[in-house]
């Protein structure tokens, strides 16, 4: 079975996008571009590539396909099915490549312009084929962000618009036909209003460019990911919806908050339009519900932000590092199992049926680790001695549910220590007082220069030592030390 092959006439930071989105959906992909750097180029971007998109797809990608770099323009569109043309934004210059695509490949390939500007007609004012050239708009990145601006002439068949969206499709990407021809197309006539104001209100002494993104990336640019703006201007609106939201904020339209005055009125056929439109949209979930999936979504968008130290996720670190910790719990009876660590079972914690997700279980009972060592003098001025403890063996059992705001005390006890090896069971309880999950580890003392285990510091087995011969007094639970499936 052959190959699909894409040809990429222009290797800049779109046209590296796009032949990463084809090579990586198994696409063949020949590039040509001029430009001496276009192979390091094209390599760089299809290395992040690499890196990125795998983690968006819990299924083995297809086989990725074979990258060429063709020697003249002819060559690179001979055999492709799909020719991206991504040159820069000069109307002459890709009306004159257009002509030498169309004079070397083949009749029924497909011609997308990533043009972010020029209307189709416009391509194909000098086309031997009319219709065979359409705009694909996307987003950089383009092998992450699916979204493509489909806008095509009045000459494009029905099967052939229906082939490049079968196409645009199979990549992995979200075609939206765009019925009328528009300069800047959509989305980058509504970049190009927040751009422009932007620049009045840096002009002007409003506001930094830092401010700017900060307002936008720690306010309505998280909820614009996830609900777009009519979706967001409808839950503003309450239960009434979207005709309660134009009622209320329609007339600032005509108040001077933009430098952008020039608006349509908004008259009862577009105040209708709008809400029928709207209500096609969202129509099926309630305020409540639409406000749910809004607060799920953006609570998922700014745990990533946080685990990776950015935007608004940077600012919720700090925020979450000046806040007190959590007193540490005294060691009350080195006789009795050690209560040291309390989970509580968070929004973050929560799976789709409602109770706490499998792997939190093992966050906690790991949190009770820490808690213990830390308890037995392993601080901070013990670590930067270059020695520490290294979970080798763990088994977990989960006996009961616990759901979102449940307080879970964890009870450590020592079954066995010695200088080097120390082995912990940790019983974690509900409000009730029922066990509900247990675990068991065995842990190391390790020199972390050398690379393997060494006796533990005089520090700590000065702490450690007297608890472990207390617990040896403590019953020992019939579980430990059963593997997994083992037959009592």
Same mark, same amino acid.
């Given at each position: 079975? =052959?190959? @699909? ?9 779109? #046209? ?10 198994? +696409? ?10 276009? %192979? ?40 492709? =099915? +799909?020719?991206?043309? =991504? ?6 210059? /890709? ?18 312009? *990533?043009? *972010?500007?020029?209307? &189709? ?6 086309? $031997? ?23 095509? &002439?009045?000459? $494009? ?12 499709? @199979? ?20 970049? %190009?209003?927040? +751009? ?34 009519? %979706?967001?201007?409808?839950?503003? #609106?309450?239960?009434? #919806? ?12 005509? +108040?001077?908050?933009? /430098? ?15 809400? @029928? ?44 590092? @000046? ?18 660590? $309390? ?47 290294? $979970? !080798? ?41 029922? !066990?509900?999950?247990? =675990? ?10 050398? #690379? ?37």
């Amino acid at each position: 079975m =052959s190959r @699909s092959v894409a040809a990429i006439i222009g290797g800049g930071v779109i #046209g590296g996008g796009w032949a990463a989105r084809f090579l990586l959906a198994g +696409w063949d992909v020949v590039v040509f571009d001029p430009d001496p750097e276009a %192979e390091r180029k094209i390599s760089e971007v299809l290395n992040n590539a690499q890196a990125a998109v795998p983690q968006l797809i819990d299924k083995p990608l297809p086989k990725a396909g074979n990258l060429q770099f063709a020697a003249s323009l002819e060559e690179a569109v001979s055999e492709a =099915s +799909w020719i991206q043309e =991504s040159v820069p934004e000069r109307l002459e210059m /890709k009306q004159a490549v257009y002509k030498q695509i169309q004079q070397a490949c083949r009749q029924d390939a497909m011609i997308g312009s *990533s043009t *972010s500007g020029f209307k &189709p007609s416009e391509l194909n004012a000098d086309a $031997t084929r009319p219709g065979q050239i359409v705009v694909t708009h996307p987003y950089n990145p383009v092998y992450l962000l699916p979204l493509v601006e489909l806008v095509a &002439p009045p000459e $494009t068949t029905e099967t052939q618009l229906d082939m490049a969206k079968h196409i645009l499709s @199979s990549i992995g990407m979200k075609p939206v036909h765009i019925k009328g021809e528009i300069d800047a197309h959509v989305g980058d006539r509504l970049l %190009e209003a927040v +751009w422009r104001e932007a620049l009045w209100l840096i002009n002007d002494g409003i506001a930094t460019t830092q401010e700017i993104d900060d307002i936008m990336t720690h306010s309505f640019g998280l909820r614009w990911a996830q609900m777009g703006l009519f %979706e967001t201007y409808r839950v503003a #609106g309450g239960e009434a #919806g979207m005709r309660h939201f134009i009622s209320q904020f329609g007339p600032a339209l005509a +108040w001077p908050w933009t /430098k952008l005055m020039d608006v349509p009125e908004l008259d009862d056929a577009l105040i209708d339009k709008i809400a @029928s439109q709207s209500d096609a949209q969202s129509g099926a979930y309630s305020i409540r519900e639409l406000e749910r999936i809004r607060d799920r979504n953006l609570i998922g968008f700014l745990q990533v932000l946080k685990r990776h130290n950015w935007g608004a996720g940077a600012f919720l670190n700090a925020r979450e590092a @000046s806040l007190p910790d959590a007193p540490e719990a005294p060691i009350a009876d080195i006789n009795q199992p050690l209560r040291l660590y $309390t989970a509580e079972v968070l929004p973050a914690w929560i799976d789709y049926n409602g109770h706490m997700t499998e792997f939190r279980y093992l966050q906690a009972f790991s949190e009770a680790t820490d808690a213990f060592l830390g308890a037995v003098g392993m601080d901070a001025a013990y670590l930067e001695k270059g020695c520490t403890f290294f $979970t !080798v063996e763990t088994h977990l059992r989960h006996l009961g549910e616990a759901k979102l705001a449940e307080i879970l005390p964890v009870e450590t006890q020592i079954l066995m220590a010695t200088e080097k090896k120390l082995h912990l069971m940790h019983q974690m309880y509900n409000a009730a007082g029922d !066990v509900i999950a247990t =675990s068991e580890h065995m842990i190391l003392h390790v020199n972390n220069k050398e #690379g393997k285990s060494c006796p533990a510091g005089p520090e700590i087995w000065s702490k450690l030592e007297p608890l472990a011969t207390a617990h040896q007094n403590l019953p020992v639970p019939d579980f430990i030390g059963r593997f997994t499936g083992q037959k009592a």
